[in-house]
């Protein structure tokens, strides 16, 4: 059974910075891609970065330039550093592991920015 641990989500203040990490645990295998998904309150959920096998990486619009995903293959683990947070970053953060023919999600973590 295959699982995704996150943790380091929080409340911090507008400018403030927070990193996020994965883990996984259980056998995994042929994960080409990590990333991480956010979900506030009323929207859909949506990518916020990935990072395939090699060095790939892909952000969206919003977070580009703050936001830098990393992984690490031989711990089976992705992070999220945020920096320069800003309300709207305000969601629930959730990584995925992408597979061939299978995707793993973690339970999410809360990240709220306010002052």
């Known amino acids: 059974q295959v699982q995704l641990v996150e943790s380091g989500g929080g409340l911090v203040q507008p400018g403030g910075s927070l990193r996020l990490s994965c883990a996984a645990s259980?056998?995994?295998?042929?994960?080409?891609?990590m990333g991480w998904y956010r979900q506030a309150p009323g929207k859909e959920r949506e990518l916020v970065a990935t990072?395939?096998?090699?060095?790939?990486?892909n952000y969206a619009d919003t977070v580009k330039g703050r936001f830098t995903i990393s992984r690490d293959n031989a711990k089976n683990t992705v992070y999220l550093q945020m920096n320069s947070l800003k309300p709207e970053d305000t969601a629930v953060y959730y990584c995925?592991?992408?597979?061939?023919?299978?995707?793993?999600w973690g339970q999410g973590t809360q990240v709220t920015v306010s002052s």
């Open positions: 990072a395939r096998s090699g060095s790939s990486t």
């Open positions: 259980g056998s995994i295998f042929s994960i080409y891609a």
């Open positions: 995925n592991f992408q597979g061939l023919s299978v995707a793993y």
